[in-house]
């Protein structure tokens, strides 16, 4: 596969042909670099100051909650971008650490060339809308998370905010009093949730850690309410 076509699998040139792509390379500085397995690519906190497209290999994101002892990690597989939501509006830093899983290639670009980019083709522009408009979307399932729901759609809820479309090999690692307090359950509501997700085979746990077996999260059902 060449670099055009490597480029244009890429989530947000999605629609955009090769000869698109290799006209674009001619104007606006496109940043390639090789990160080696285990290399840190983004630490938490960070600002994000440039579009991080993954197009070959994959990486871990680690998603830490502050002044708890809880994380979420999970990983993306090439072609994908990387937390593309933060390039723009009032909190542009990092909430999660990226690791290459193994030899991974980026392309970058400065969010200054991105824009001169959207502003080149309007399919760029609709790319980015639909990206954002899924990541909102995901957050607001969990900002309406509420008291009726069960367990197990709070659950789901949680991690459907920091856990990306197209995520695999999930795991949650965790403190239940932590945990339990995060999702707003009682440590009894939250093992019998677990339980009956263990039962379905979407996951496996132990006192520690969560481990889904779902490629991503489900969506919480309407009208999942708790018994």
């Known amino acids: ?5 490597q480029i244009a699998c890429l989530p947000l040139f999605q629609g955009v042909s090769t ?3 290799s006209r674009l390379v001619e104007k606006i500085p496109f940043h390639f670099i090789k990160v080696k397995s285990g290399e840190t690519i983004v630490t938490a906190g960070t600002r994000c100051e440039h579009m991080r497209f993954l197009v070959s290999g994959s990486i871990r994101q680690v998603y830490r909650f502050a002044d708890t002892k809880v994380t979420v990690a999970c990983n993306l ?4 971008v990387i937390g593309a ?4 509006g009032r909190n542009n830093y990092y909430p999660f650490d990226v690791i ?3 030899d991974a290639g980026l392309l970058l670009l400065t969010k200054r060339n991105y824009l001169a980019m959207i502003n080149s083709d309007r399919i760029f522009l609709f790319n980015i809308l639909n990206l954002l408009s899924g990541a909102a979307q995901r957050m607001s399932v969990v900002n309406n ?3 009726v729901m069960s367990p197990t759609s709070k659950l789901k809820a949680f991690l459907s905010g920091v856990v ?4 695999v090999n999930i795991v949650v690692n965790y403190v239940m009093r932590d945990l339990c307090g995060l999702i707003g359950v009682s440590r009894q509501a939250l093992m019998t949730a677990l339980e009956t997700l263990a039962t379905d085979r979407h996951l496996t746990y132990d006192s520690n850690s969560i481990k889904w077996h779902i490629t991503e ?3 919480v059902p309407d009208g999942d309410l708790e018994n």
């Not at 596969?1 to 076509?5: A, I, K, N």
């Not at 990306?164 to 995520?167: F, L, Q, R, S, T």
């Open 77 to 80: 597989n090439a072609p994908d």
């Open 164 to 167: 990306p479309p197209g995520a």
């Open 100 to 102: 290459a899983d193994n």
């Open 1 to 5: 596969m060449s670099m055009f076509e």
């Open 85 to 88: 939501e933060f390039l723009f």
């Open 217 to 219: 999260c489900d969506t």
């Open 145 to 147: 998370v509420t008291s």
């Open 19 to 21: 000869e698109r792509i």
